[in-house]
C-alpha cells in the first residue's frame, strides 16, 4: 500500500479557489477601510490648520495669512503641488506665514489625493513632463476671506457667520465641468494656495471649486479625469474636506463652493 504524501491537484485547486473567493469577498472591505483611513487623516490635517491659524492670529494682530502667499510664498506654475523643488524644505525662502506651524508634509497631502496623484498625476492643464510627481500640498486656503496683501485681513473684517465661511478646503489637480457637460465648475485647479470661488459671468469665467475626490470609487476616478478636448473632466459624486471658521470640519462638494465663500470688508472685488 502506497502512502499518500501532499495534496492532489485537485485538492490544490480547490483550495486555491476558496482563497480566491475568500479575497474577493474581504478586498472590497479592506479597500473600504483604507478610504475610511485617508478620510480620518485629511479631516485630522485640517485640524491642524485650523490650530497653525489660531497659532498665526494671536501672534499678528489677529489676521489671517493673506491666502495667495500662506503656505509657500510663490507658486511659480501649476505643477508647484507636485514640484519638490519648491518645497521650502529644498527652497528656505519660499516658506509662507503657515509653515513654521505646518511645515510637516504629511500635513499638507491629503491621502486621498496623494492615492491619486501617484496614478493620474500628470494629468493638469500645463503639466510639465520634466517635474516629478511629488505631492507636497493639497490643501487651498480661501482668497474671499483674505487680501492680496503682505498682511492679510483680520478677523474682526470678516462679515460673515465662522459656521457658514470656509477656512482651508481641497482643489482638484484638474478642470471639471458640471453634470450638463456645459457648465464650468472649476477651471483654475490646484495651482496655487489659495482657492478663489467666484461668481459665474459667463461659461469661461475662471473659478475654482471645492475637489471632488474623496468617495469616488476606484473604477470611477478614470471617469473624472480631463478627457474631452478642451482638457475638462466630467463631473463625479466624490466630495471634499472643508475646515469653517469655526474650526469644525464639514464634507463639501463643488456645487457648495459659493455657499462657504464668505465675505470680508477688505477683500478684493472679484467681480
Ligand atoms: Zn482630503
Ligand atoms: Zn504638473
Redo the contacts with the bound molecule.
Keep these: 500500500m502506497s502512502t499518500k504524501k501532499g495534496f492532489t491537484l485537485i485538492e490544490l485547486l480547490v483550495v486555491i479557489a476558496i482563497i480566491a473567493l475568500l479575497l474577493a469577498i474581504l478586498m472590497p472591505a479592506l479597500s473600504k477601510a483604507k478610504s475610511i483611513a485617508q478620510e480620518i487623516l485629511?479631516k485630522s490635517n485640517m485640524h491642524q490648520y485650523y490650530l497653525a491659524t489660531e497659532l498665526y492670529a494671536n501672534e499678528n494682530d489677529d489676521r489671517f495669512p493673506p491666502a495667495w502667499r500662506s503656505l509657500y510664498r510663490t507658486t511659480s506654475s501649476g505643477c508647484t503641488w507636485h514640484d519638490e523643488s519648491q518645497s521650502p524644505d529644498v527652497l528656505p525662502s519660499n516658506a509662507g506665514p503657515y509653515w513654521p506651524y505646518i511645515s510637516n508634509k504629511k500635513l499638507n497631502v491629503?491621502p486621498?489625493?496623494a492615492t491619486f496623484a501617484r496614478k493620474f498625476g500628470t494629468n493638469h492643464p500645463g503639466h510639465n513632463s520634466s517635474i516629478p510627481i511629488v505631492p507636497q500640498f493639497s490643501y487651498s486656503m480661501n482668497g474671499f476671506i483674505t487680501g492680496t496683501d503682505s498682511k492679510g485681513v483680520k478677523r474682526s473684517q470678516i462679515n460673515s457667520s465662522p459656521s457658514e465661511t470656509f477656512l482651508w478646503s481641497?482643489e482638484n489637480m484638474w478642470k471639471m465641468k458640471d453634470a450638463d457637460g456645459t457648465t464650468i465648475l472649476s477651471n483654475y485647479v490646484l495651482n496655487d494656495n489659495a482657492l478663489v470661488v467666484r461668481f459665474f459671468i459667463d461659461a469661461t469665467d475662471p473659478i475654482d471649486s471645492f475637489a471632488s475626490f474623496?468617495k469616488v470609487s476606484k473604477a470611477k476616478f478614470s471617469g473624472q479625469l480631463p478627457e474631452t478636448p478642451d482638457g475638462y473632466g466630467v463631473y463625479n459624486t466624490g466630495s471634499?474636506?472643508a475646515l469653517l471658521l469655526d474650526g469644525s470640519n464639514i464634507v463639501v462638494t463643488p456645487q457648495d463652493s459659493h455657499r462657504y465663500m464668505g465675505r470680508s470688508t477688505e477683500q478684493i472685488d472679484w467681480r
Excluded: D, I, Q
Design positions: 485629511c491629503c486621498t489625493l481641497e474623496h471634499a474636506n
